[in-house]
């Protein structure tokens, strides 16, 4: 399948607005222009299509990536490593040329970019945009102060609640009380109130909220579960000490 056509055949709304021009730019660029593949787009699909979130997160990633001012090859190989994962080795390099594309543009407007997301992005979704681009800036092993910035601005666009933010951030780090952030927990909450509080989380991040994205994007919902559940053991077991 050729290029534009694989793209056109996974992608619904984000084929309109700033991320439409932002994708047609990238693509342009990686057609030949002796190339007879044509290809009309219409924005008729509005549900979160796979192809949606995936252009979402690739240019949403580029932003990340570049907030420190630099472009690490581990930040780079761990991208392509997630697309190769989540998609088989063919689709991935398709995404990552994409992506490379789409990060020597110097004009992407992350507030127009994540209201076109906010808008036609289920909550869900979006969360699950925020734990990739954390784990693209771990990727390195220091998640530079400027990166954190770049994601709690696009967390604040997509409409993510600073807690929420906290919750999953939490997940990439090691302290002492990241288990009560994890569950958006003061550190004084009694028993009853992890437990409440785990349910609610459990429920919030339950790999079943993204199942419409197909299975490519069920490892990092499955990640984000694992650690709420970590984060319940651990303050179990420190309660009963």
Not at 73 to 85: C, G, P, S, T
Not at 133 to 144: P, T
Request: hydrophobic share 40%; aromatic share 10%.
């Amino acid at each position: 399948m050729g290029f534009s056509k694989w793209i056109g055949a996974t992608i619904g709304w984000s084929f309109g607005g700033p991320i439409g021009a932002i994708i047609g730019m990238a693509v342009g660029s990686l057609l030949d222009s002796s190339s007879k593949e044509r290809t009309v787009y219409t924005q008729t699909q509005q549900a979160t299509r796979s192809g949606d979130f995936e252009v979402s997160l690739l240019i949403l990633a580029s932003i990340v990536i570049k907030a420190d001012g630099k472009q690490d090859h581990r930040e780079l190989n761990f991208v392509r490593a997630q697309f190769v994962q989540m998609y088989g080795k063919e689709r991935a390099n398709k995404a990552f040329n994409l992506f490379k594309e789409i990060s020597k543009q110097t004009n992407i407007s992350t507030r127009q970019v994540c209201l076109q997301i906010r808008q036609m992005m289920d909550h869900a979704s979006r969360l699950q945009l925020i734990h990739f681009l954390f784990g693209i800036a771990k990727a390195d092993n220091h998640v530079a102060d400027s990166e954190v910035e770049a994601i709690a601005l696009i967390a604040s666009y997509l409409g993510v609640s600073p807690r929420d933010f906290e919750s999953i951030k939490a997940m990439f780090y090691k302290s002492s009380d990241n288990a009560y952030k994890i569950l958006e927990l003061d550190s004084n909450a009694t028993m009853s109130e992890i437990k409440a509080a785990y349910r609610k989380m459990a429920k919030k991040y339950h790999p079943d909220k993204v199942l419409h994205l197909g299975k490519e994007h069920q490892k990092g919902a499955e990640e984000k579960f694992r650690k709420v559940q970590e984060a319940y053991e651990q303050l179990q077991k420190e309660k009963q000490i």
